[in-house]
Nanobody, 115 residues
Framework: QVQLVESGGGLVQPGGSLRLSCAASGSIFRGNVMGWYRQAPGKERELVATISTSGITTYADSVKGRFTISRDSAKNTVSLQMNSLNPEDTAVYYC?????????WGQGTQVTVSS
């Protein structure tokens, strides 16, 4: 089992920045991929960004150039730096841990971009 705890969500004005963090605990093994997904009201959950233990990253086209994902494998944490936020980024953001056929989700943290 893997437990994920997110932090850092909140309310921010358009053009602002937020940093999300996720701490993983439990049965953590090398070769995993951690990442962030988001779900806006009335929409399906979508990928935002992922990062492997070797540092390979992927980003949704909608966040490229604005969001940066990073991880500290020694501490089992993953972060998402979000810049130039716009109202379309409003969603619940979920941390994800995946290794092989196993995947785990955090409880989610709300990000609201509004003036």
């Amino acid at each position: 089992q893997v437990q994920l705890v997110e932090s850092g969500g909140g309310l921010v004005q358009p053009g602002g920045s937020l940093r999300l963090s996720c701490a993983a605990s439990g049965s953590i093994f090398r070769g995993n991929v951690m990442g962030w997904y988001r779900q806006a009201p009335g929409k399906e959950r979508e990928l935002v960004a992922t990062i492997s233990t070797s540092g390979i990253t992927t980003y949704a086209d909608s966040v490229k150039g604005r969001f940066t994902i990073s991880r500290d494998s020694a501490k089992n944490t993953v972060s998402l730096q979000m810049n130039s936020l716009n109202p379309e980024d409003t969603a619940v953001y979920y941390c994800n841990y995946k290794r092989g056929a196993f995947g785990y989700w955090g409880q989610g943290t709300q990000v609201t971009v509004s003036s």
